[in-house]
């Protein structure tokens, strides 16, 4: 087997590029704002006139921007060392030099690049004690408006804030985690905010009356637990938005705010998950299908829904982050992930039916040099019959060791996207399977139901049918190794812990080790949301106990390689410092990686050039080489 640093380095270096917002039109085309980590870590550029022009070269990561309509600002988003406490700042793109270097892609110019540093932004919030999120700029530019604790410590409620006056007020309290949806109405009158309900898989729609804090609840399901998607507004009273409501998958209804009148886009039973993009003249809407894990954009036209045609993309992938469409409906900008592509963004002409890449982010190999999954995934017979799918990439070699790949969540999905780590291992000769055990999301809420609580094991035992099916993909199940980060760290703890005959080494990153420690130690106001995953610490509390890979660390025999960030705020670093001592203690192989500027993740450059290589080092020595 060849050694996979040198590969997995350079595939560390590939650069990507994020849609982030889409400006008024403008001949021959809107402006973009665009997150791109051309110097290491994500930093604000514009895209205008061909050219990408960096605007931001700071000492934190950009995690969000948006454009101030009727004006040359934008409002980012930014926390300090990953502790997700971000601040909402304004710039002044004019007064943000742009950087010649950054549009050759030349690196170490970039670095040294006179865009705008910390001095040059304007605080909008500077409370360190909490979090701020953006949730939309008024059509007037005059407001802007946020998710943030700084009311309780715990809830996040809707803030605005008077841009002229940069005075704040608490618009509605809704005594729970909330979340933004889409901004406000075209007429600038109503705020849209997520609600999450008392269920799992559970939320609503809550639109805001700005003047006078008024909250309509939408779309409601008081008979059900069902997610109910932002909306997609085509003029003021009318929009379009996804809910599960009644169904098993996520379909889109058009919603008359005036009568409260619901219309199915298009009828009978969506064999997909599916979302929504729409333009504010209501001239075209775009709807995203889930197939499998693989985007499938359809445009729909006028308020009839009419059918159109099937957006065909590059090639196989996701849409990234959020599609948007021009205000006129011309052209659907949108960032691609592939397993060949890391992410770079494209408009799609509606009229000319044909996508235009607008961004090349730097790449260390062509994409004929990467690797490509079965495609439709594999589907593996669990205990109870329930089949998983599972993304299965293979090296050239048979009987290859194996990695196991498990996604963080629960509530998420492995899907047809770039990995990194993925390519790395498969260059070095690993197989990689990527199962989406039950509980992710993309399979209807049925599917992604059957872990919650006191059912937690059943997706580990999903691990278990994984294994049994390797020796019938072609790889060695002697020698097969779990990798996973946040939820997918605790299922690694979890499979070394209750299936230590099966597993001959892990790799955890920010995993929870202890649900119990979890659930008391994690930030406020994720602990309730948490919770209604994982179990009550009042009610579960003898089963959260029964399913902590920590309390079975003495069936741990497999070596294991532990990356956490010191300032996470969602799994505390403590659930991996207090595996690694019980493991150290008893003899047992366990090297914890600690990083102290990063959070929920490693989001800097260097420290994943750091990290990821020692990981893959750790199961070259311990999986060992050769076929």
Sequence with gaps: MPAAEPAIRALLETR?????DVGPAAAPEARLLVRSDLTGTMQLYELAGGELRQHTALPEP??????????????LAIDAGGNERHQLY?????????NPAARSHDLDAARASPAARSHDLEALTADPRYGHRFAGVSPDGGLLAYVSNRGNGVDFDLWLCELETRAHRCLYAGGAWCQPASGFSPDGRIVSVLRPGERPLDNDLVLVDVDTGEARTVLT????????????????????ASTTAGADFARILRYDLATGATTPLFTGRPRF?????SSRDGSAVVVIENRDGVSAPLVYHGPSGTPGDAIALPEPGVLAGEPRLSADGARLYYTLSTPRLAGDVFAYDLAAKASRRLTRSPAAFEPGELHTPDVPPTRVPSFDDERIPAFVYRPAQAR???VVLVHGGPEAQATLAFNPVIQGLVKAGYGVVVPNVRGSTGYGKRYASLDDTRRRLD????????????AQLGFDGDRAALWGGSYGGYMVLAGLAFQPRLW??????VGISDLITFLEHTSDYRRAHREREYGSLTDDREFLAAASPLRHADAIRAPLFVIHGRNDPRVPVSEAEQLAANLTARGVRCTLQIYEDEGHGLARLENRLDAYPRAVAFLDEVLGRGG
């Excluded at 950009?62 to 409002?75: D, L």
């Excluded at 399901?221 to 379009?240: C, N, R």
């Excluded at 998950?273 to 993009?277: K, N, R, S, Y």
């Excluded at 997706?459 to 390797?470: G, I, P, W």
């Design 16 to 20: 990507s590029a994020v849609l982030a």
């Design 62 to 75: 950009v995690a969000s921007a948006h454009y101030v309509p009727g004006t040359r600002q934008a409002v």
């Design 90 to 98: 304004r710039l002044d793109l004019d007064a943000a030099r742009a």
């Design 221 to 240: 399901h008081a008979d059900e637990p069902a997610l109910v998607g932002p909306p997609a507004w085509i003029d003021e009273s009318t929009f379009y």
């Design 273 to 277: 998950d599916q979302e929504v993009v």
């Design 400 to 402: 290859a060791p194996v």
């Design 459 to 470: 997706a580990v035992r999903d691990l278990a049918a994984v294994h049994e099916a390797l």
């Design 504 to 509: 001959a080494a892990g790799v955890d990153i």
